[in-house]
């Protein structure tokens, strides 16, 4: 199996038909970051006044696949397993938790990539890394950027992952799909950001990143 569901393209306004266009374009936004010294304070909290980020953090990292499609560039995303006991059935990167035996952040991305949808990770070129996300449940997530040239081949672990699909990247980078949605959870009213998807709920901590990854190379894309 090498690819899951792929959202139809739209239209592509920027150009980027191909992973050396969005890589370049990649390198550039994070020059641009590093360079004005720009890093946000991303996360849950971030959407909603009077939720403090949680004091402890446990570290956590996610491979952002950015895939090679003729003409289009997508992003892949997972669904996870109905029986997990955490997060059950949402959308989500590859990813987890860091473990001592991990080398750095990037290699809990590649493990974790491996072991949830069997993307082998001499498929995957590394070229950075989003500023961390803190989630409510308390783990700081590093998104960890990586292309991937087809042919490969993907293995399901159906204890975590209940299906995989991809979005082009000109649906993550069109403003009109970062939608702010609410609902009253324990009481209190949630903020959090959703990715209209016919199929799949993007939400919450997913679209949160998408929605940063977006800024960032738009805040090149949009001053050119």
Same mark, same amino acid.
């Given at each position: 199996?090498?690819?899951?569901?792929?959202?139809?393209?739209?239209?592509?306004?920027?150009?980027?038909?191909?992973?050396?266009?969005?890589?370049?374009?990649?390198?550039?936004?994070?020059?641009?970051?590093?360079?004005?010294?720009?890093?946000?304070?991303?996360?849950?909290?971030?959407?909603?006044?009077?939720?403090?980020?949680?004091?402890?953090?446990?570290?956590?990292?996610?491979?952002?696949?950015?895939?090679?499609?003729? =003409?289009?560039?997508?992003?892949?995303? $997972? /669904?996870?397993?109905?029986?997990?006991?955490?997060?059950? !059935?949402? *959308?989500?990167? &590859?990813?987890?938790?860091?473990?001592?035996?991990?080398?750095?952040?990037?290699?809990?991305?590649?493990?974790?990539?491996?072991?949830?949808?069997?993307?082998?990770?001499?498929?995957?070129?590394?070229? =950075?890394?989003?500023?961390?996300?803190? $989630? /409510?449940?308390?783990?700081?997530?590093?998104?960890?950027? !990586?292309? *991937?040239?087809? &042919?490969?081949?993907?293995?399901?672990?159906?204890?975590?992952?209940?299906?995989?699909?991809?979005?082009?990247?000109?649906?993550?980078?069109?403003?009109?799909?970062?939608?702010?949605?609410?609902?009253?959870?324990?009481?209190?009213?949630?903020?959090?950001?959703?990715?209209?998807?016919?199929?799949?709920?993007?939400?919450?901590?997913?679209?949160?990143?998408?929605?940063?990854?977006?800024?960032?190379?738009?805040?090149?894309?949009?001053?050119?």
């Amino acid at each position: 199996m090498e690819q899951g569901n792929i959202l139809p393209v739209g239209s592509n306004r920027y150009g980027l038909t191909t992973l050396s266009d969005f890589k370049d374009l990649f390198v550039e936004a994070k020059r641009k970051s590093n360079r004005l010294k720009v890093s946000q304070d991303n996360g849950d909290h971030s959407l909603n006044p009077g939720m403090d980020a949680p004091i402890r953090q446990k570290p956590a990292s996610v491979l952002v696949p950015v895939i090679g499609r003729p =003409g289009h560039p997508t992003v892949l995303l $997972t /669904r996870r397993s109905d029986a997990l006991s955490h997060h059950a !059935g949402q *959308v989500s990167f &590859p990813g987890g938790r860091v473990e001592e035996t991990d080398i750095d952040i990037v290699d809990t991305a590649l493990r974790e990539t491996e072991e949830e949808i069997g993307l082998n990770r001499r498929h995957v070129e590394i070229i =950075g890394k989003l500023d961390d996300y803190v $989630t /409510r449940t308390g783990f700081s997530v590093t998104p960890v950027v !990586g292309l *991937v040239t087809p &042919p490969f081949d993907l293995n399901i672990n159906s204890v975590e992952v209940a299906d995989i699909f991809e979005v082009p990247m000109s649906f993550v980078l069109d403003r009109r799909n970062h939608e702010r949605q609410s609902k009253e959870w324990q009481n209190r009213m949630r903020h959090f950001y959703v990715l209209p998807h016919p199929d799949f709920y993007i939400w919450g901590a997913t679209a949160g990143m998408l929605v940063h990854f977006a800024n960032m190379m738009l805040d090149v894309l949009e001053s050119q």
